[in-house]
């Protein structure tokens, strides 16, 4: 079997010298695909992906991307390495234009970044619409897709977002995801958290239940959401 793209395996650790919140919690992802965390309040998802990206120590296990063991690297050596991390709060610049913005997540690159600010107007065309205005005035799905774009500009090779939907109208949340599928399709890995269960395992070509920072469930998304237990249990029936 070939490893997956991103794997953070077998991860035990918490934030600082406090108690550990993940116990031996394996994510991955493939590339080009979904892959969703999802379960209960205070179940450890967030931590989960942080942990991948570098923001906590693990006490045990490992990271690995395109079989590179990144395990001590810090998050800006990740992002170096092709990984973006969409926090779900305070995750723009609110006082800089949507343009500025955008601008921002080109820092590290050092070649033309005007064909992938394209790239991401034609993914979020409000956004092009939009640019000269503060990021700050935008709706909610818009601030979304602002700091989604600017992961983008990045160019990544994992796109981690965090709770992407909180906060959005149904509506917002559906033009999310088809943005998300589009950009997989692209073939960037996606690593996602959402409270949206249900709609985000419709999406996901794999999905991680996580209780207790364990993993409870693992297994495609289509078969989540058909398990009765995990339906039972974490969907509301």
């Known amino acids: 079997m070939s490893l997956p793209f991103l794997i953070g395996e077998q991860m035990t650790g918490g934030y600082g010298r406090g108690a550990d919140i993940l116990h031996v919690c394996t994510i991955a992802v493939d590339e080009g695909q979904i892959a969703v965390i999802v379960g209960p309040n205070g179940a450890g998802k967030s931590t989960a992906m942080k942990a991948v990206f570098g923001m906590l120590?693990?006490?045990?296990?490992?990271?690995?991307?395109?079989?590179?063991?990144?395990?001590?690297?810090?998050?800006?050596?990740?992002?170096?390495?092709?990984?973006?991390?969409?926090?779900?709060?305070?995750?723009?610049?609110?006082?800089?234009?949507?343009?500025?913005?955008?601008?921002?997540?080109?820092?590290?690159?050092?070649?033309?970044?005007?064909?992938?600010?394209?790239?991401v107007y034609d993914l979020f065309p409000i956004l092009k619409e939009k640019r000269r205005q503060a990021a700050g005035e935008l709706s909610g799905g818009q601030r979304q897709q602002v700091a989604v774009g600017r992961a983008l500009m990045t160019r990544p090779?994992?796109?981690?977002?965090?709770?992407?939907?909180?906060?959005?109208?149904?509506?917002?949340?559906?033009?999310?995801?088809?943005?998300?599928?589009?950009?997989?399709?692209?073939?960037?890995?996606?690593?996602?958290?959402?409270?949206?269960?249900?709609?985000?395992?419709?999406?996901?070509?794999?999905?991680?239940v996580l209780v207790q920072g364990?993993?409870?469930?693992?297994?495609?998304?289509?078969?989540?959401?058909?398990?009765?237990?995990?339906?039972?249990?974490?969907?509301?029936?």
């Not at 981690?160 to 509506?171: K, Q």
């Not at 364990?214 to 249990?233: C, H």
């Open 57 to 119: 120590n693990l006490r045990e296990g490992s990271v690995r991307l395109d079989g590179e063991d990144i395990t001590h690297l810090s998050p800006q050596d990740r992002v170096a390495k092709g990984m973006a991390f969409v926090p779900q709060t305070s995750n723009i610049f609110t006082s800089m234009t949507v343009e500025e913005n955008l601008e921002m997540g080109a820092f590290l690159r050092r070649d033309d970044i005007r064909g992938t600010m394209a790239q």
């Open 157 to 208: 090779r994992v796109l981690m977002l965090d709770e992407p939907t909180a906060g959005v109208s149904p509506i917002v949340m559906d033009e999310l995801f088809d943005r998300i599928i589009e950009v997989a399709r692209s073939g960037i890995s996606i690593l996602m958290v959402e409270q949206n269960a249900r709609q985000a395992l419709a999406i996901a070509d794999k999905g991680y």
């Open 214 to 237: 364990a993993n409870a469930f693992t297994d495609t998304g289509k078969a989540l959401l058909a398990d009765p237990e995990v339906r039972q249990s974490f969907l509301g029936g």
